[in-house]
């Protein structure tokens, strides 16, 4: 079957290629291509990026793109009937496919769960405990709370009714400190357009950095979400108190953010901070909000100090400018 001349003439142009023999007889090669990478992958969405690239070395790989491209249609059987034995297959598939969706729509790849794990415990485990961690981590946009979840002791200094969502604002308060609207979006708006980026810091881990902008001194940079817990409810360092100003600072609340969050969640711990956490009443509920105290220029990396407790939690130390200096005197 022949295809369409003028559809094969707006995918060149799609392209942004000339419509010439020679690019015609490429996107064809393409096409064919692709439709043989299909028919290995079959119905194991995601599959395709998990193949290993040819080796430009010259050396071959036991598996390879070349090798499965040159199996046959009962090798192809053979294969499928293989991954399909195998209960590890589909939780790598939908890891997978979800690295193809950030691909095809020109997306930062989303975080998944083993990423915040420590890589020494994660080879420890067997495919069956591993494959919950192969999962997307759940980037949330307000925090999580679920009343019915937890026994939920109420805090000392609580002046009103109970249960109640701890970052509650009375109605009779001024429900925003960035306006005098009752009801706003100032948590959106108030947020810088460029959002950081995730990196890989040496001796720490994952990091952030500025990706654009330099972000200014007092700039209101994104609030630490994650799922709102009873106190003491988490002892693993992915917990932060929650203090409520109005009740002269007394914690109210954890904010969990090992099983769901965003990028702050990432920030380091510096004992000589580029920002802060501070509670803001912000659009009807107090946040736990991150603040520049000092401008962080395009690629400056933004860290915050969290407390002694939260790098004990999770069993690390310092490596900040700061204890590397101090550890090399001593």
Not at 266 to 289: E, Y
Request: aromatic share 10%; hydrophobic share 30%.
């Amino acid at each position: 079957m022949r295809a369409d001349p003028v559809a094969i003439a707006n995918l060149i142009n799609g392209l942004g290629w000339e419509n010439t023999k020679k690019n015609r007889k490429k996107l064809h090669h393409y096409l064919e291509d692709g439709r043989r990478w299909k028919g290995i992958c079959g119905s194991f969405d995601g599959l395709l990026c998990l193949i290993p690239p040819n080796r430009e070395d010259g050396e071959s790989l036991q598996i390879s793109g070349r090798v499965c491209h040159e199996l046959s249609g009962k090798d192809i059987e053979l294969f499928h009937s293989l991954l399909k034995a195998n209960e590890f297959v589909q939780p790598m598939c939908r890891a997978g496919k979800t690295f193809q969706a950030s691909i095809w729509s020109d997306a930062e790849v989303p975080e998944f769960k083993w990423e915040a794990e420590d890589p020494r415990e994660i080879s420890r485990l067997s495919v069956k405990e591993l494959a919950p961690f192969i999962e997307k981590f759940s980037v949330i946009t307000e925090n999580e709370y679920s009343p019915e979840k937890y026994d939920w002791p109420k805090p000392d200094r609580w002046l009103w009714d109970w249960p109640q969502h701890p970052m509650w604002v009375p109605s009779s308060d001024r429900q925003c400190d960035l306006c005098n609207i009752e009801k706003c979006n100032c948590i959106t708006t108030c947020l810088p357009e460029n959002k950081p980026r995730i990196t890989y810091e040496r001796g720490k881990g994952q990091g952030v950095r500025v990706n654009g902008s330099t972000f200014v001194k007092g700039q209101i940079l994104e609030e630490y979400r994650g799922e709102v817990v009873p106190l003491e409810t988490y002892h693993d360092g992915w917990s932060m108190e929650f203090i409520r100003p109005d009740l002269d600072d007394e914690p109210v609340a954890q904010i969990y953010s090992r099983e769901m969050g965003n990028w702050v969640r990432k920030v380091n711990h510096s004992c000589r901070p580029s920002a802060k956490f501070c509670v803001m009443k912000i659009s009807g509920l107090w946040r736990q909000m991150l603040i520049a105290i000092q401008d962080i220029p395009h690629n400056g990396e933004i860290t915050a100090s969290c407390g002694r407790n939260f790098l004990k939690g999770q069993g690390k130390e310092c490596f900040c400018e700061v204890c590397n200096s101090t550890r090399q005197r001593g």
